[in-house]
């Protein structure tokens, strides 16, 4: 399985310690360096050809928006992801990253989830590319809307995000019929049994599964979830 290498460009050490570590979470990405200001992330760049960029925009010899120029640029081999991490108030700079086509914007303070939302949608999009060949209209469809975040993402309640939803949307849609438990789910996502249930109940309320009570010879009845087609 071929890694993702991801170069962090963030002049605040705890900060960019953070990000490898939740980098690290998962056996795809590998954080080959931290750079602290933008002649470090230069050289970097060019020894390291990293498939991904975390960069924040503020360095103290100039801005990540400026490398996002350069390495679209210098045309180099192979195409560089970026995700740019900016204030609130640089909305110029927002409008210059999407010009540029980066891959996401992240806004300070970056919080765990956010973070972890991106990377997940980067990967789901960098295997999703790889598994298509000849593509088709509704395959286009696939990978466009797994770059673009759900538009309707933000109408979720509290505790229900958008990424886990698709993942167990799609683990039941491969398993048209069949009965999950939660344990089933965890086996099957890598998800917390706490987090399982909640989302099993939420897709049961609105009508995505059927859940209903299997009683069995002896003890409790356990509750099982199907999608029906």
Same mark, same amino acid.
């Given at each position: ?76 081999? *192979? ?35 956010? !973070? ?18 000849? !593509? ?15 538009? *309707?993402?933000? !109408? ?43 989302? !099993? ?29």
């Amino acid at each position: 399985m071929d890694l993702i290498d991801v170069l962090i460009v963030e002049d605040d050490a705890r900060i960019a310690q953070m990000h490898s570590q939740i980098l690290r979470q998962t056996n795809r990405f590998n954080p080959i360096g931290i750079a602290e200001t933008l002649q470090m992330a230069r050289t970097m760049v060019k020894v390291h050809k990293p498939n991904l960029i975390i960069l924040d925009n503020y360095l103290p010899d100039g801005t990540g928006i400026d490398l996002f120029r350069e390495i679209i640029a210098d045309k180099i081999s *192979h195409k560089i992801d970026v995700v740019l991490i900016t204030a609130s108030d640089e909305i110029d700079t927002v409008k210059a990253a999407m010009k540029l086509g980066c891959f996401d914007y992240l806004l300070k303070p970056v919080s765990y989830e956010r !973070l972890q939302e991106t990377l997940n949608r980067y990967l789901t999009l960098n295997n999703a590319m790889k598994a298509y060949e000849n !593509l088709e209209q509704r395959q286009i469809d696939e990978l466009f809307n797994i770059q673009l975040r759900d538009k *309707h993402q933000q !109408l979720l309640p509290k505790g229900i995000e958008g990424i886990t939803l698709e993942k167990i949307k799609r683990v039941f849609s491969q398993n048209i019929g069949i009965k999950f438990t939660v344990d089933r789910l965890v086996q099957e996502t890598g998800i917390s049994k706490t987090t399982a249930r909640r989302y !099993l109940e939420y897709c049961s309320a609105n009508g995505l599964l059927t859940a209903e009570n299997e009683y069995g010879k002896v003890g409790r009845p356990e509750r099982v979830y199907v999608k029906l087609g």
